[in-house]
Structure formats: structure tokens, C-alpha cells
């Protein structure tokens, strides 16, 4: 299987976490730029966004949270609780608000006013960033590995933290800065900073996967 994926997108983090946590075998990383809209990528799918996973010559899926489902069939194999698919699309909406907003601000033309969605989306980011807790981002021992969720909703706050320093640490409670710590010293987390991707491995090491 191939993973197109680019250094800095936090849906394909999330992917690759997940891939490494659960040593998923046989991935093969396809690094590409989706601003360009390569070939490689449009062929795969015309939408032109990562990450992409293509199985074979004739079949890909895009959307992070499809990859996942499919990479890690376990993780679907009993009905999620209510509690559980809430968390899943906290997360899920955490990552896309976070992403939407730096992307408005980013290029967002230097002589037209503020896209009133830049303002918009900092608000609802803001609005829930106060209300987390360490409940929303549970603590894991030496043998356990974050439930997925959960590590959605990490690289979310990691993304923010990265992004939009200013807001993160004026909204996000001290003892939820610190767990997420816990999880930014994850094998999983490290391989995946956009600094460690910039070598552009071809593979995964699935002896970082270890959840110690």
C-alpha cells in the first residue's frame, strides 16, 4: 500500500500516529505537494489534498478518518459507544476548524480586508479549547496505547500548539498542556513533527510503534 502524504498536514499525521501506534505493515510514504496539484496525486484523487491510500493500480481512499477505518479494522470491529463517537468527531472537527483557520490566514490576500471566517473560526476554536480537560485527553500507561480518538484529539492541540501558539496557550488549561506533553513524547508523535518528516523516509520504522 502507498500513503501520499506531505511534511506538515496534521489529517496525514494523524494517519501515519495511528499506522505506527498500530504497526500497520507494508506502507510505503509517497511524499508529495498538493498545493502543486502533481499528477502523481490527481490520479489518485482529483480533489488534489492528502493523505491518500492507495491498496492497488485501481483503488485509493481519501479522508483521514476512511484511512484510519480501513488501516485498522479492529477499531471497528465492535459498535463505538455514543461517548466514543462523540469524542471521535470532537477531534475530527478540532483538526479540521484548526486547520481551516491557519489556511484563511495564511492565504489570505495582503490587500483585502480579513476573511470574516478567520474570526469566525478563532472564536469556535476558543469556545472549545476552554471547555477540555484532561477527561477529553485520557492518561495511558506503559502498556496501553491511546485509543484513536484520543489521538486525534492530540495531534489537534499539537497542531494548535504549533500553529497558533498565542491562542493555545491563553485557552488550553495548564494540566491539559501538560498531558498532551505525554503524548508529544510518544515514538509515535516524534517520528511524526514536521521536522522529522522533512527527511522523507520511504517507510515507517514499525519498531517505533512501541507504546512504552
Same mark, same amino acid.
Given at each position: 500500500?502507498?500513503?501520499?502524504?506531505? *511534511?506538515?498536514?496534521?489529517?496525514?499525521?494523524?494517519?501515519?500516529?495511528?499506522?505506527?501506534?498500530?504497526?500497520?505493515?507494508?506502507?510505503?510514504?509517497?511524499?508529495?505537494?498538493?498545493?502543486?496539484?502533481?499528477?502523481?496525486?490527481? #490520479?489518485?484523487?482529483?480533489?488534489?489534498?492528502? @493523505?491518500?491510500?492507495?491498496?492497488?493500480?485501481? !483503488?485509493?481512499?481519501?479522508?483521514?478518518?476512511?484511512?484510519?477505518?480501513? =488501516? &485498522?479494522?479492529?477499531?471497528?470491529?465492535?459498535?463505538?459507544? =455514543?461517548?466514543?463517537?462523540? %469524542?471521535?468527531?470532537?477531534?475530527?472537527?478540532?483538526?479540521?476548524?484548526? /486547520? #481551516?483557520? *491557519?489556511?484563511?490566514? %495564511?492565504?489570505?490576500?495582503?490587500?483585502?480586508?480579513?476573511?470574516? =471566517?478567520?474570526?469566525?473560526?478563532?472564536?469556535?476554536?476558543? #469556545?472549545?479549547?476552554?471547555?477540555?480537560?484532561?477527561?477529553?485527553?485520557?492518561? /495511558?500507561?506503559?502498556?496501553? #496505547?491511546?485509543?484513536?480518538?484520543?489521538?486525534?484529539?492530540?495531534?489537534? $492541540?499539537?497542531? &494548535?500548539? /504549533? %500553529?497558533?501558539?498565542?491562542? /493555545?496557550?491563553?485557552?488550553?488549561?495548564?494540566?491539559?498542556?501538560?498531558?498532551?506533553?505525554?503524548?508529544?513524547? %510518544? @515514538?509515535?508523535?516524534?517520528?511524526?513533527? @514536521?521536522?522529522? $518528516?522533512?527527511?522523507?523516509?520511504?517507510?515507517?520504522?514499525?519498531? !517505533?510503534?512501541?507504546?512504552?
Amino acid at each position: 500500500m502507498k500513503l501520499y502524504l506531505n *511534511t506538515t498536514s496534521p489529517f496525514a499525521r494523524w494517519v501515519l500516529v495511528c499506522a505506527l501506534e498500530y504497526a500497520v505493515p507494508d506502507l510505503e510514504l509517497i511524499w508529495v505537494n498538493p498545493w502543486d496539484t502533481p499528477e502523481t496525486l490527481t #490520479r489518485v484523487n482529483p480533489f488534489s489534498t492528502v @493523505p491518500v491510500l492507495q491498496m492497488n493500480q485501481t !483503488e485509493a481512499l481519501y479522508e483521514s478518518s476512511i484511512i484510519v477505518r480501513y =488501516l &485498522i479494522p479492529a477499531s471497528i470491529a465492535q459498535s463505538p459507544s =455514543l461517548q466514543a463517537l462523540q %469524542r471521535l468527531a470532537l477531534g475530527k472537527m478540532l483538526l479540521e476548524t484548526a /486547520f #481551516r483557520h *491557519t489556511s484563511l490566514k %495564511r492565504y489570505a490576500p495582503a490587500d483585502l480586508p480579513p476573511h470574516p =471566517l478567520i474570526e469566525q473560526t478563532e472564536r469556535g476554536l476558543t #469556545r472549545v479549547l476552554q471547555t477540555l480537560s484532561v477527561q477529553d485527553l485520557p492518561s /495511558f500507561s506503559a502498556q496501553q #496505547r491511546p485509543d484513536l480518538a484520543s489521538l486525534q484529539i492530540a495531534i489537534a $492541540l499539537d497542531y &494548535i500548539s /504549533f %500553529r497558533c501558539p498565542d491562542l /493555545f496557550v491563553s485557552s488550553v488549561a495548564q494540566s491539559l498542556q501538560e498531558q498532551l506533553h505525554a503524548y508529544q513524547l %510518544r @515514538p509515535s508523535f516524534e517520528f511524526t513533527t @514536521p521536522s522529522a $518528516l522533512a527527511a522523507q523516509s520511504a517507510s515507517i520504522p514499525l519498531d !517505533e510503534s512501541s507504546c512504552s
